[in-house]
């Protein structure tokens, strides 16, 4: 499955952002799908996951309350909704899938998002 990551910009603090990760070539519903972020300089981390069974949702602390996860199955998508946005949310941001907890094989091209102060 490949998957295209896409909504990153440049935003204000406070202000909102939606990220799309679309796939192909095979169909999204059976995976468990997550988005990770890499600050410049930074490890990636984990951000959100919402799983294919039961679209069952968890978070990064950082995150929790200002991020919310969704998928339609019938489109091969998953988003980010992101608001509330801070400095320290700047990255660039993938989506990935996997079928097996939070094993993630697939990963997305990535997107940038800045948000200033």
């Known amino acids: 499955v490949q998957l295209q990551a896409s909504g990153g910009g440049l935003e204000q603090a406070g202000g909102s952002l939606r990220l799309s990760c679309v796939a192909s070539?095979?169909?999204?519903?059976?995976?468990?799908v997550g988005w990770f972020r890499q600050a410049p300089g930074k490890e990636r981390e984990f951000v959100a996951r919402?799983?294919?069974?039961?679209?069952?949702?968890d978070y990064a602390d950082s995150v929790k309350g200002r991020f919310t996860i969704s998928r339609d199955n019938a489109k091969n998508t998953v988003y980010l909704q992101m608001n509330s946005l801070k400095p320290e949310d700047t990255a660039v941001y993938y989506c990935?899938?996997?079928?097996?907890?939070?094993?993630?094989?697939?990963w997305g091209q990535g997107t940038l998002v800045t948000v200033s102060s």
């Open positions: 070539g095979r169909s999204f519903r059976w995976y468990n």
């Open positions: 990935a899938a996997g079928d097996n907890g939070y094993q993630f094989d697939y």
């Open positions: 919402i799983t294919w069974t039961d679209y069952s949702t």
